[in-house]
């Protein structure tokens, strides 16, 4: 009986959400949609027209899409399948579970075997590469056409191709990629003169399928694209990549790297519909490696407790230590990851961000160093504490300790994400908190090492 209710109820909203989409774009309805619970939601996408059903599973920003498009009858999945961009499809089908992938894909093949051809096809590719960002659907003419003859072309197959301001100029009678005209260089070519003439100058730029998403990104920003052409070893066209695909992609991936930067596993899906088990899981691992690498920290400190006993006055400090070095480790970790991330550095560049970081370290702790010996200063001269005679000592270790740490922090924050690259692991794992942890543990050490060799024979 309540489920009838609820069904009934969410028909009911799902009516009223469908009359308000009229009036809105296709943005604003994702953007509703995304908002509505999963079953209002579900039965909102149900009632809208294939056209703009199409329109809104093709957007990027739409949350759940699978579950929307599981929500229609087999028939018609495949119907708005056939409409998609091949790559929209295969990410979609992709993200289904394998009894359903199945049986979408037999639907699509019987209403249009050249799109789930082309859907599989692009399944195959790994995560990350060109070949699963890639669309099927570009346009391409023969070399030996006339601008003329290219023009009508473009006009026949607009609708059809995810992209005409690139045309792909083949060897006549294959698909090996010979020049890329661009529209605006075509529309002001001479209709009886031979595409080529109105070709590019450099040979077209083009990645393999297995190309990372990153070297594409790096590429398409390089010579200012809208697309670029993937190609076999052979030079055969296989696909293009779209620049507003390469977009949506970077902006996922600079939000997974922000998850790992925060010191916890990247969400695969929006903050809202994580489970609360799956969120327990994807923050408590990291937290608990954190925690055992800090109880090195406590250990550090019992080794050094004669000394704490007495020197109780180093104590006071040990905040100010820890976290300047922890700072400046989360500095460099931030440059060198976004650099590396640009291509701006690669591999072989560590023995010179080494090299640059130590006197940028040494400079940074002294000038901590000195901030803290004129703070030990003040409040001693002026009264306000009282650190004992011995406080020009206990200033000088405080001040050389930073020096130490703070290079250290800087050193370290710089060379891991190298490390990690290295080892194949991905540097945005090098985050702020695991360096953090790391300069918190070395940085106890060094501070109470240099107040041995200061405060010997003195306070220790």
């Given at each position: 009986?309540?489920?009838?209710?609820?069904?009934?109820?969410?028909?009911?909203?799902?009516?009223?959400?469908?009359?308000?989409?009229?009036?809105?774009?296709?943005?604003?309805?994702?953007?509703?949609?995304?908002?509505?619970?999963?079953?209002?939601?579900?039965?909102?996408?149900?009632?809208?027209?294939?056209?703009?059903?199409?329109?809104?599973?093709?957007?990027?920003?739409?949350?759940?899409?699978?579950?929307?498009?599981?929500?229609?009858?087999?028939?018609?999945?495949?119907?708005?399948?056939?409409?998609?961009?091949?790559?929209?499809?295969?990410?979609?089908?992709?993200?289904?579970?394998?009894?359903?992938?199945?049986?979408?894909?037999?639907?699509?093949?019987?209403?249009?075997?050249?799109?789930?051809?082309?859907?599989?096809?692009?399944?195959?590719?790994?995560?990350?590469?060109?070949?699963?960002?890639?669309?099927?659907?570009?346009?391409?003419?023969?070399?030996?056409?006339?601008?003329?003859?290219?023009?009508?072309?473009?006009?026949?197959?607009?609708?059809?191709?995810?992209?005409?301001?690139?045309?792909?100029?083949?060897?006549?009678?294959?698909?090996?990629?010979?020049?890329?005209?661009?529209?605006?260089?075509?529309?002001?070519?001479?209709?009886?003169?031979?595409?080529?003439?109105?070709?590019q100058v450099n040979p077209p730029v083009t990645v393999s399928p297995l190309t990372d998403q990153q070297e594409v990104a790096r590429l398409?920003?390089?010579?200012?694209?809208?697309?670029?052409?993937v190609v076999d070893e052979q030079q055969r066209m296989l696909g293009i990549v779209t620049v507003d695909d390469i977009i949506d992609t970077?902006?996922?991936?600079?939000?997974?790297?922000?998850?790992?930067?925060?010191?916890?596993?990247?969400?695969?899906?929006?903050?809202?519909?994580?489970?609360?088990?799956?969120?327990?899981?994807?923050?408590?691992?990291?937290?608990?490696?954190?925690?055992?690498?800090?109880?090195?920290?406590?250990?550090?400190?019992?080794?050094?407790?004669?000394?704490?006993?007495?020197?109780?006055?180093?104590?006071?400090?040990?905040?100010?230590?820890?976290?300047?070095?922890?700072?400046?480790?989360?500095?460099?970790?931030?440059?060198?990851?976004?650099?590396?991330?640009?291509?701006?550095?690669?591999?072989?560049?560590?023995?010179?961000?080494?090299?640059?970081?130590?006197?940028?370290?040494?400079?940074?702790?002294?000038?901590?160093?000195?901030?803290?010996?004129?703070?030990?200063?003040?409040?001693?001269?002026?009264?306000?504490?009282?650190?004992?005679?011995?406080?020009?000592?206990?200033?000088?270790?405080?001040?050389?300790?930073?020096?130490?740490?703070?290079?250290?922090?800087?050193?370290?924050?710089?060379l891991l994400p190298f490390l990690l690259q290295r080892l194949r692991f991905d540097p945005a794992s090098a985050s702020a908190p695991f360096?953090?942890?790391?300069?918190?543990?070395?940085?106890?050490?060094?501070?109470?090492?240099?107040?041995?060799?200061?405060?010997?024979?003195?306070?220790?």
């Amino acid at each position: 009986m309540n489920l009838t209710r609820f069904s009934f109820k969410a028909a009911d909203q799902a009516a009223l959400h469908l009359q308000a989409f009229r009036s809105l774009n296709t943005a604003d309805v994702v953007e509703r949609l995304n908002r509505l619970k999963p079953a209002v939601a579900g039965a909102a996408f149900t009632g809208l027209a294939d056209d703009r059903a199409i329109n809104v599973l093709e957007q990027p920003e739409l949350q759940r899409a699978p579950q929307l498009l599981q929500a229609l009858a087999p028939a018609r999945q495949a119907a708005l399948l056939e409409g998609m961009a091949d790559d929209r499809a295969a990410d979609l089908v992709q993200a289904l579970e394998p009894q359903a992938q199945a049986i979408v894909l037999s639907d699509l093949a019987a209403l249009a075997p050249a799109s789930a051809h082309a859907v599989q096809k692009l399944m195959r590719y790994r995560p990350r590469t060109a070949g699963s960002l890639m669309t099927t659907e570009y346009v391409a003419v023969p070399a030996d056409w006339s601008v003329a003859q290219v023009l009508d072309h473009v006009r026949e197959v607009e609708r059809k191709r995810e992209t005409v301001y690139a045309i792909h100029v083949l060897r006549p009678g294959s698909d090996v990629l010979q020049q890329v005209v661009t529209l605006r260089r075509l529309i002001t070519g001479q209709a009886g003169d031979n595409v080529l003439t109105v070709a590019q100058v450099n040979p077209p730029v083009t990645v393999s399928p297995l190309t990372d998403q990153q070297e594409v990104a790096r590429l398409i920003r390089r010579h200012d694209l809208l697309s670029i052409a993937v190609v076999d070893e052979q030079q055969r066209m296989l696909g293009i990549v779209t620049v507003d695909d390469i977009i949506d992609t970077m902006m996922a991936e600079g939000t997974e790297d922000a998850h790992k930067f925060g010191g916890m596993e990247a969400l695969d899906a929006p903050y809202m519909q994580i489970g609360f088990w799956q969120m327990i899981r994807k923050r408590a691992g990291w937290l608990c490696a954190l925690f055992v690498g800090e109880m090195l920290t406590a250990s550090a400190m019992q080794h050094f407790e004669g000394e704490l006993d007495k020197a109780l006055v180093l104590t006071l400090f040990i905040p100010l230590i820890m976290s300047s070095g922890g700072n400046s480790g989360s500095q460099a970790t931030s440059l060198l990851i976004r650099s590396l991330a640009l291509r701006e550095l690669t591999l072989r560049d560590w023995w010179r961000v080494g090299l640059r970081e130590l006197p940028t370290g040494m400079l940074l702790g002294a000038i901590l160093g000195v901030i803290a010996i004129v703070r030990v200063a003040v409040w001693q001269t002026a009264g306000i504490y009282d650190y004992g005679p011995h406080w020009m000592l206990v200033a000088l270790t405080v001040g050389a300790a930073l020096v130490g740490i703070v290079t250290f922090g800087s050193l370290s924050g710089s060379l891991l994400p190298f490390l990690l690259q290295r080892l194949r692991f991905d540097p945005a794992s090098a985050s702020a908190p695991f360096v953090a942890t790391l300069v918190d543990v070395t940085g106890l050490v060094i501070y109470f090492s240099i107040a041995l060799a200061i405060l010997s024979g003195t306070l220790l």
